[in-house]
């Protein structure tokens, strides 16, 4: 993706003074800031009208720290295709994703969910330092021993806290895994999706799937189709643990191999100017009446459904120990609409439309799939404890809001310390 959008101003940032250097500049002149990593931002936060654009794909680099602990600095501008390519010789890989040119700064600093979520948790997981520029201009570098509270809100909190330039990350042990796809005949696809959440539950937790259910259009046909990633390069190992979805229904297509791990991002790139309206939901429980809730919005339009195995080694992490708090979510309930330029704006919220039946499911919702068309996104993201901490550490560094163009949480308005 290219599009910048009409800022007056775009800074390319090469350095850490750069980023520095923008700040003060959106600052004093005070005009908005937007932040742009990858450039994948379903809700156009990658984009500026007006203002200044900071563009933080010159922070590339890639340096390995410690081989022995899988430990690596990765500039926030790179791409999580160029890091799993980076990592790949030493047989290291860290779970981000499923597309190769997302940034690793936008992705991470909302949770990120990849193909080994399961296994190996969240990108914010991994995380075990930062540096990050705060909105007085100022290089902190943050873990659990500096600056704790904004080393816990960047991790789940987007770019609410400062722009992160590198982020000290652990990668796991992991050079193959076994890739597969299951396409399956649409016929009962409610008795499909409650067969996919039965096997969820009991599943073993190297191995994460997606259960995709996309409508008929002009491209072709209507299509149920479960992509699966097991971490390990173990052939009969993934067999057994995928066995089960072979048995939910018709199977069409089955097909899996052992891959190089960075094979298994790939692309997914939108036509340009395509609209789209998305929404999601973190639910504990993935329970019938949800599941009945989110394929009713495929009877009053058409409308792609996801569903994202969670569980696993992202309920392995204390629920407050990161600003990413939805660790009990059993899986995450995506729903979208999409309509080429030119074409009425898609919707989610239209005439027999009841995203609230599939939301109140929930505790939530992740960041990461959000469009903007809800001012309030923020709320629906963080539980209200989280919120409230999150507002107090914006407080603490970022008190008139520079870093707003985002799904923005305000600074609080008291000047209570920071936990």
């Known amino acids: 993706m290219t599009t910048y959008g009409t800022p007056e101003t775009v800074v390319h940032a090469r350095t850490t003074a750069d980023v520095a250097g923008a700040i003060h500049l959106a600052r004093d002149a005070g005009v908005p800031l937007t932040v742009r990593s990858g450039g994948h931002s379903v809700a156009g936060h990658s984009t500026a009208d007006g203002g200044v654009l900071l563009d933080l794909r010159g922070l590339h680099r890639i340096t390995l720290l410690d081989r022995a602990r899988g430990r690596v600095r990765i500039g926030a501008g790179a791409t999580w295709g160029t890091v799993g390519r980076r990592l790949a010789p030493y047989g290291l890989a860290i779970t981000a994703g499923d597309t190769a040119s997302v940034g690793v700064g936008g992705l991470t600093l909302g949770g990120g969910i990849g193909w080994m979520v399961r296994r190996y948790g969240l990108a914010v997981d991994s995380v075990v330092g930062a540096h990050v520029v705060t909105a007085d201009g100022r290089l902190r570098h943050v873990d659990a021993a500096h600056d704790p509270d904004l080393f816990w809100a960047i991790r789940g909190g987007g770019g609410n806290v400062g722009v992160v330039t590198t982020l000290d990350m652990e990668a796991a042990a992991v050079s193959e895994v076994v890739f597969g796809v299951l396409s399956y005949e649409v016929r009962d696809v409610g008795a499909l999706v409650r067969g996919w959440r039965d096997h969820l539950r009991t599943s073993d937790d190297r191995l994460t799937s997606v259960l995709a259910l996309t409508p008929e259009t002009p491209m072709g046909p209507a299509q149920a189709v479960v992509q699966w990633c097991f971490a390990e390069p173990d052939h009969a190992g993934a067999t057994r643990a995928t066995a089960g979805l072979r048995a939910l229904g018709t199977v069409l297509a089955d097909e899996y191999a052992v891959v190089p791990y960075p094979d298994v991002l790939e692309e997914h790139d939108m036509p340009e100017g395509m609209q789209v309206a998305m929404r999601n939901a973190l639910v504990p429980a993935l329970t019938d009446d949800a599941i009945d809730a989110a394929l009713a919005l495929r009877d009053a339009a058409p ?24 660790r009990d979510a059993e899986a995450m309930v995506l729903a979208a609409r999409m309509a080429p330029p030119g074409a009425p704006a898609p919707s989610l919220g239209g005439s027999g439309d009841d995203w609230e039946a599939v939301a109140r499911h929930g505790t939530g919702a992740y960041v990461g799939f959000l469009d903007g ?26 008190p008139d809001n520079l870093f707003r163009s985002n799904h923005n949480v305000p600074p609080a308005r008291t000047t209570e310390p920071v936990r």
Request: no cysteine; glycine share 6%.
């Open 373 to 398: 068309a809800d001012p309030d996104a923020a709320r629906l993201v963080y539980p209200p404890e989280t919120y409230a901490r999150l507002a107090a550490v914006k407080a603490a560094y970022d």
């Open 303 to 326: 409308t792609v459904i996801a569903l994202r195995g969670l569980g696993g080694a992202v309920r392995w992490v204390a629920p407050d120990a990161t600003a990413f708090a939805h």
